[in-house]
């Protein structure tokens, strides 16, 4: 069974611009979460979406958004970008939506705001 | 609020050296998952083993084994024998029923030299 997948894997972008990530889950997986990964505040969950629902989500600004589609593949949008924003962006599916389920991670996306 | 500590920032051994990790958590949940997640440079999450509050049973899987002890809050990871391919970042994380996301620790990095 394929992973989950994570597209772009590099993105440079430069304060003021916005940006898309997207993430497609592992089959058969309909939850979708998002965590920004930085040296400075560690892991940090961003939102999660079950059956295009956020049902979820952290303590992150409105520039801050997501959607999930049908097909349970996900995106996330961060408009405005400014320089504390660069971070690894990591995508985890799990079965269902619940904290008991174990979530399985993509490989990320590393922003870089200049 | 839920905090997870993993107070060694940074472990390195020489490689077949035992190694354990420590992962202190809080939570005022009496039902929670608690997890350990391996980051190798690449930057994916590696998942590594799930357990929940009920089960206090320590697991073993071969070089890996972990500890959970309710009473003193702690889950922590032993590698025995380790060897170079070991060498990663290291994640303690918690969940809980409700809030469906992971809180993670701010990570040990473990260098094995050979």
């Known amino acids: 069974k394929a992973g989950v997948t994570q597209t772009p894997r590099y993105l440079i972008k430069t304060r003021g611009q916005q940006v898309t990530l997207s993430c497609s889950p592992i089959s058969g997986h309909r939850s979708v979460s998002w965590y920004q990964q930085t040296p400075g505040q560690g892991l940090q969950f961003l939102f999660e979406?079950?059956?295009?629902?956020?049902?979820n989500k952290g303590n992150f600004p409105g520039r801050f958004s997501g959607r999930q589609f049908s097909n349970s593949r996900s995106e996330m949008n961060v408009s405005t970008l400014e320089l504390g924003d660069s971070a690894l962006y990591l995508c985890a599916s799990s079965l269902t939506s619940g904290g008991m389920e174990t979530q399985y991670f993509g490989p990320g996306t590393r922003l870089l705001v200049l | 609020a839920q905090k997870v500590t993993q107070a060694q920032t940074e472990i390195s051994v020489v490689e077949k050296e035992d190694v354990t990790l420590d992962c202190v958590y809080e939570?005022?949940?009496?039902?929670?998952?608690l997890f350990w997640y391996k980051q190798p440079p690449s930057g994916e999450l590696v998942f590594l083993i799930r357990r929940n509050s009920f089960d206090e049973q320590n697991e073993i899987s071969g070089r890996y084994s972990w500890n959970f002890q309710k009473s003193t809050s702690s889950f922590n990871f032993t590698i025995t024998a380790s060897q170079v391919v070991d060498s990663a970042v290291y994640f303690c994380a918690l969940s809980d029923t409700g809030r469906r996301a992971l809180t993670f620790g701010s990570g040990t990095r473990l260098q094995v030299q050979p």
């Open positions: 939570t005022r949940d009496t039902t929670y998952y």
């Open positions: 979406y079950f059956s295009e629902t956020q049902r």
